[in-house]
C-alpha cells in the first residue's frame, strides 16, 4: 500500500480548525490543546507527546478526518493534563502508557 502525499498546508490548516472546533465545542479540551505546540516530525509515525510538545506525522493526520483529528490532539492533549509522565515513577512503560491512554479514551469519547 502506498502512502500518498499529503500536502503540509493542508494538514497544518485540518490542526488549526481541529483546534478552533474544540475551543467552541469542548472548552476545556481546546484549552488544553490550545497551550501545547504541535509540530510535524518524520521520527514520530502517527501522533504522540513529550509533556511539552505534540509531534505528529503529517501523513498519519493526513489520513484523518476532522473528528478524528479533534480527537487525536484532545487525547495527546490530555496525557500532559494529567500528568501521566511525571506520575509513572517505576512503572512499566508499556503497561503505564496502555492503561493512561485506555482511561484517557474513554474521558475523552465520554466528552466529545
Request: one cysteine or more.
Amino acid at each position: 500500500m502506498t502512502v500518498s502525499a499529503v500536502p503540509m498546508d493542508a494538514v497544518e490548516r485540518k490542526i488549526a480548525i481541529a483546534r478552533t472546533r474544540l475551543m467552541m465545542e469542548r472548552p476545556f479540551l481546546g484549552a488544553l490543546v490550545a497551550h501545547l505546540p504541535i509540530v510535524p516530525s518524520t521520527r514520530c509515525r502517527g501522533i504522540a507527546t513529550d509533556a511539552r510538545v505534540i509531534h505528529y506525522n503529517a501523513h498519519y493526520l493526513g489520513e484523518l478526518n476532522l473528528a478524528e483529528t479533534q480527537f487525536v490532539l484532545a487525547h495527546e492533549a490530555l496525557h500532559c493534563a494529567l500528568n501521566h509522565f511525571a506520575r509513572r515513577g517505576s512503572r512499566l512503560t508499556e503497561r503505564w502508557n496502555a492503561a493512561c491512554t485506555t482511561s484517557i479514551n474513554f474521558t475523552a469519547s465520554s466528552a466529545m
